[in-house]
């Protein structure tokens, strides 16, 4: 166990999710990276070391629940807690109309989406509800909507609701500090697989973003 406060960052191998992780990083956070790409989750790796930070990665698939429950067990074994869970991993839904969605991809978003999800809530929590003060658990929202979007927007709201009801409960409970952020649209792979074509030179960049939610959680 150590002193260095601890992020558990999934969903951190491109994107917002890796920003956030470098960003947590330099604000002092030992990071533990999640995500499916190894190479990907290697180059932020280096890119922390770079900042002066440190960070454990585990590249793995958040659907696969054993890997989820092991990977929790090695963090309490090793640190004890967890200060701060950042969600930010999304299986996006392609572009379609809603009477064209390709079921089989379909039923890997929700897998991944909404089962993933509450899943890893009922692994963390436990890791955040010791943490000193108590933990915060951040999920990464986003409101788009409208044609087209149905499968993705489908599945926010899934995962919105469950952060919604998690959030009234704690506010109750007070040992979790539960909130969603919802950043500006970044030109990102995801954003470019919702909005193919869109021009990409008027959108944010996710290291703001990034600097955007860790002043939100107060450490700017």
């Not at 951190?12 to 956030?20: E, K």
């Not at 963090?75 to 969605?101: C, K, M, N, T």
């Not at 079921?103 to 899943?119: I, M, R, S, Y």
């Not at 944010?204 to 700017?220: M, Q, S, T």
Request: glycine share 8%; hydrophobic share 45%.
């Amino acid at each position: 166990m150590t002193d260095q406060k601890l992020a558990l960052v999934t969903g951190a191998s491109r994107g917002f999710g890796a920003a956030v992780a470098e960003e947590l990083a330099r604000a002092g956070y030992h990071v533990v990276a999640v995500g499916r790409t190894t190479g990907a989750l290697e180059e932020l790796d280096d890119r922390i070391k770079t900042l002066g930070g440190s960070a454990t990665l585990a590249p793995m698939d958040i659907t696969e629940t054993d890997a989820m429950r092991t990977l929790c067990r090695g963090i309490y074994d090793r640190w004890g807690h967890v200060d701060l869970w950042v969600h930010a991993a999304i299986q996006s839904p392609p572009f379609s109309p809603a009477e064209q969605i390709d079921l089989p991809f379909w039923t890997k978003a929700v897998k991944a989406d909404v089962e993933a999800l509450g899943v890893l809530v009922s692994f963390v929590a436990p890791l955040l509800r010791v943490a000193p003060g108590g933990g915060s658990a951040v999920l990464i929202d986003d409101l788009a909507e409208g044609p087209f979007l149905g499968a993705y927007a489908a599945c926010k709201a899934a995962q919105r609701a469950l952060f919604a009801a998690w959030e009234a409960e704690q506010a109750r409970l007070q040992d979790v500090h539960v909130r969603r952020f919802v950043p500006a649209p970044m030109a990102t792979n995801h954003r470019n697989r919702l909005y193919p074509g869109e021009n990409t030179e008027t959108l944010a960049r996710p290291a703001d973003e990034a600097r955007r939610l860790a002043a939100d959680l107060g450490l700017a």
